[in-house]
């Protein structure tokens, strides 16, 4: 159950991390350094996660290039039931690093 719940947040905010360290020159490299969870409902049927922080993925990102400095960021993912109840909420801390 927790299994399932923390992938899914994960991969809402490892999604965003990715689209934006794709294909970036100088290559940067991304981690998961810290996660933490809330759970307020049980999981039961379709639950979705989202994390709508793309834009502060980007910003942190760049600010690693331009620093050539480790960067860390923290996103929230929401998980909503099919009646719109928030079930659990992630927050995960994501470290960026341009590869030598």
């Known amino acids: 159950y927790f299994a399932c719940l923390a992938m899914a947040g994960e991969l809402s ?13 100088p290559a940067v490299s991304m ?3 810290k ?18 922080q793309g834009k502060a993925f980007s910003t942190i990102i760049n600010e690693a290039i331009q620093t050539k400095e480790p960067k860390e960021f923290t996103a929230v993912s929401n ?5 719109g109840e928030l079930v659990a909420t992630f927050t ?6 341009v590869k030598s």
């Open 79 to 83: 998980g909503v039931n099919e009646a």
């Open 35 to 52: 996660l933490e969870a809330q759970y307020f409902k049980k999981a039961i049927g379709v639950t979705t996660f989202t994390c709508d």
């Open 13 to 25: 905010t490892g999604l965003l991390a990715m689209m934006n360290v794709y294909g970036r020159k």
């Open 31 to 33: 981690l998961v350094v």
């Open 92 to 97: 995960i801390t994501w470290s960026f690093k």
